[in-house]
């Protein structure tokens, strides 16, 4: 028997998980520093709202009606009508043959191939979040001004073949135990516990960050708003369906643990606006810190973890606010792999009829694998003339194959699939929140999500 939900919190809080991770810590404002500010994040909202909580509210009710891993849901397809159901009377042989000549099965495929590949780079960056946790708890009671020495020490730990390896594994194995226990008292249990805490650490930065003398500054810069470019467009887009992790099979798979008792609408519903308050408390807590002490606002990968523990060991308890910071840094990652850890576990133990212990050990074994040439990538080990030959090194490849062909590509799919791919008996059977509702997210699956993910697909050949 299928494993279920507790309780709707349990899936609005390990969903949530999922959409909250690094893309909304590490990627968000410091592409909202490059976008422009308020404006950005006004697109970002919009986009969100009318693109990435319909996708979301798809991916729940593709999973709920498919009812398995993220493969079968689309090679399960019996036409362009209906989509078969595991608990129906059609035949084994049936079945099979639907698998081989559905013609959505590629949008299953890419979505485990996403997880998967995301996850191969996300437990590195992840890794490095736990580095500087223990890095910046180990200086308690040394003073802040030893936090400067931690401030340099980002190009050696990324270009470290065997830090790398260590921290990544290691946040690969913590990972691995708690989608290996199931989950209600696994995913479901660990959500519950770490989405209130990462709420709290949040809320504690930003009432630090009022008391910031760069605070106006900064506030003013998130939330004013100023001319928007073409490109600012299609980054807000983008972002959109990377932080409501739609695209990536997280989704479809918590969707498949689903009830029929629970309403996918309000949940989707909930989520998006989660996301957004959270993306509004960021920039509510990072860029008063920058402000206050003249950093630039458009950085990247380097500003969290270069710039940020220079600026906690100017400060007055510096040392417990790193700590605190990179704290919530490695939640956010954790409660995100978890998810897409499931995604991969979920598909094995359905194609494959294992139980979740081992197919929890195989993937983990083949996301290790996976990340291994990602761990090593900038110390050069392996492929020392990747970047002279893709003009970026294969870290960064992978991230941009994921980002802005891969994702895009999926959602896609999945919204071509919610909005032709099944029947509107269908739909309705398992919506039951009104149907003028249901009228307008048929209108933008079928319509408008299309249109602007093919705009996002043309702006990344045309930029590549």
């Known amino acids: 028997m299928r494993e279920r939900w507790r309780s709707r919190l349990g899936l609005i809080l390990s969903s949530s998980g999922a959409a909250i991770g690094l893309g909304l810590l590490w990627q968000f404002p410091f592409i909202m520093g490059k976008q422009g500010g308020g404006s950005f994040f006004l697109l970002y909202a919009f986009f969100t709202l009318f693109i990435g909580i319909p996708l979301f509210l798809a991916e729940l009710l593709l999973g709920r009606i498919g009812q398995s891993g993220v493969v079968r849901i689309f090679s399960r397809l019996k036409s362009l009508e209906e989509l078969h159901h595991p608990s129906c009377s ?33 437990c590195v960056i992840a890794g490095w979040g736990m580095s500087y946790s223990l890095s910046s708890l180990l200086q308690v009671g040394k003073g802040g001004t030893t936090l400067g020495h931690l401030a340099g020490t980002f190009d050696s730990l990324s270009t470290s073949l065997t830090l790398n390896l260590v921290w990544s594994s290691l946040f690969l194995l913590l990972t691995f135990i708690v989608v290996s226990r199931g989950i209600a008292s696994g995913v479901e249990k660990w959500s519950s516990i770490l989405m209130p805490l990462l709420v709290a650490l949040l809320l504690l930065l930003c009432v630090v960050a009022v008391f910031m003398p760069g605070f106006k500054e900064g506030l003013s810069f998130a939330f004013s708003l100023g001319p928007v470019r073409r490109e600012s467009v299609m980054f807000a887009l983008g972002l959109s369906l990377f932080t409501m992790s739609v695209g990536q099979g997280q989704i479809l798979t918590y969707g498949s643990y689903t009830s029929s008792s629970i309403f996918i609408a309000r949940t989707a519903g909930i989520v998006g606006l989660m996301m957004l308050i959270m993306a509004a408390l960021f920039c509510f807590m990072f860029y008063p810190f920058l402000f206050s002490f003249h950093l630039p606002a458009n950085g990247g990968e380097g500003l ?51 139980d979740r212990r081992k197919a929890s050990l195989i993937a983990l074994a083949l996301v290790w694998l996976l990340s291994l040439p990602v761990s090593v990538s900038h110390s050069g080990f392996l492929f020392p003339h990747w970047h002279l030959l893709f003009q970026r090194s294969y870290f960064d490849t992978i991230v941009f194959l994921v980002s802005n062909w891969g994702i895009p590509l999926v ?12 029947s509107e008996k269908v739909c309705l059977r398992e919506w039951k929140e009104g149907e003028g509702l249901f009228r307008l997210w048929r209108f933008l699956v079928r319509w408008v999500i299309p249109g602007a993910i093919l705009c996002i697909l043309i702006h990344s050949w045309v930029h590549a």
């Open 90 to 122: 059609t035949s084994c042989s049936s079945t099979e043959k639907l698998q081989t000549t559905s013609p959505w099965s590629w949008v299953g495929h890419g979505s485990l191939w996403i997880a998967l590949g995301t996850l191969s780079y996300y």
């Open 304 to 354: 969290v973890f270069s710039m940020m523990p220079l600026i906690f060991s100017q400060m007055v308890g510096g040392t417990f606010l790193c700590v605190l910071f990179f704290f919530l840094f490695t939640f956010t990652g954790f409660t995100t792999a978890i998810a897409f850890m499931e995604v991969v576990v979920a598909d094995l133990m359905d194609r494959c009829s294992w």
């Open 411 to 422: 959602a896609l799919g999945v919204s071509l699939t919610a909005g032709w791919g099944l």
